[in-house]
């Protein structure tokens, strides 16, 4: 009797744990600003992001498809450095999700609850969390900057021919 006990324990929490990864989220939910947690390279060791690395990415999902990723990156004198690495459009709907007009892709963004996301990306593991505390003062900052770094035609023929001739 124990044994049959054991299997049907194991049976449904197996069964709760493949039914809390395939709860439907909606995916307006995705609407906000994202820190990554960790990542991990195929075949090598998880990276915490954060305080201990000095190092965690930035995105932004906007409600209508605004899209904004950057590195923040702290010194060893403790001063942070935002390091803007893209500014564009995303698209998520129905699992699948694309960011900067890039190929649509379902394992790019797999929901594990409400605030908290998986995404594969070339080969690389990641784990996002959702900040539903983050200062909009600061949320507007970082995408500002990203914003910025894509530069008009005309900035972009100034920068070559001042900077690099």
């Known amino acids: 009797m124990k044994k049959v006990m054991l299997v049907m324990v194991v049976a449904l929490m197996s ?3 493949v039914s809390a ?9 995705i609407v906000g600003s994202w820190l990554m947690e ?6 090598e060791k998880k990276i915490m992001c954060g305080k201990n690395t000095g190092l965690i990415q930035f995105k932004y999902y906007g409600p209508n498809g605004e ?3 950057a590195n923040i990156v702290m010194k060893k004198d403790g001063k942070c450095i935002v ?8 698209t998520f709907k129905d699992g699948w999700y694309s960011e900067m007009g890039r190929e649509k892709t379902k394992t790019g963004m797999v929901w594990i609850d409400k605030t908290t996301i998986r995404g594969t990306w070339q080969k690389r593991h990641d784990i996002w969390k959702k900040q539903v505390n983050m200062p909009e003062k600061l949320r507007k900052y970082i995408v500002d900057y990203c914003r910025i770094k894509n ?13 690099f001739k």
């Open 67 to 69: 899209y904004a990723c």
């Open 21 to 29: 990864q395939n709860a439907k989220i909606a995916d307006k939910e």
């Open 83 to 90: 390091v803007p690495h893209e500014y564009g459009t995303y």
């Open 38 to 43: 960790s990542m991990q390279w195929e075949g």
């Open 151 to 163: 530069a008009s035609a005309d900035i972009q023929q100034m920068l070559k021919t001042t900077m």
């Open 15 to 17: 069964a709760l744990q």
